[in-house]
């Protein structure tokens, strides 16, 4: 599993934010209970009444950067065992992990993209999610399918993708992950003729 250079920085010297929340390993998220304002701020994680549930990548990803501190039971872990845990529920994780990483350090909103059937939903630079009536801007404007790059698939996988996204207003985004860890993106329209 290779983590890019960027990365590696916290990952390696285990540097944490002097005020890093700490977060409680359950299934495949990670709860916090207090401290999580400006994670929340910045578009990460849900509400979910007074905690912040995380998904899995995203834990990943803050734990990386030195933002999170996660925990099972009362043990700190580090980044290499929380990825190795989350590979056993989810065999796709490193590659989610690293094509997440790819469009937060882009600068976009990224959120899981579950209820759509994909791996993630992104949103245009400087947008804040919020519910109710939404201008144009406010919509998803990608959903993103993370793939490493031997995978192969069909034109009817290709193409419910790719209705998926137009049935949302969005453009559909086909992530692939090659074995140097970088994320080449191909997007995919359906034209009428």
Known sequence: MAVRKSQRTAVATGAVAAKA?????VETRVVVKKGYDELLERGYGRLLGKSLELSFVEALYLLAKGRLIVKTGKKAISFNNALEQGMTKDPRLHVKY???SDLRDR???VKTGFKFGCDFRVYQRGVTLKRGPKSPEEHTKWV???VPEDHTCSFQELSRAVRLAHSIRAKMLWAVVDNESNVTYYSIMRSVL
């Open 21 to 25: 929340p700490e977060g409680l390993m």
């Open 98 to 100: 690293i094509a997440y």
């Open 107 to 109: 600068g976009l909103l």
């Open 144 to 146: 993103v399918f993370t």
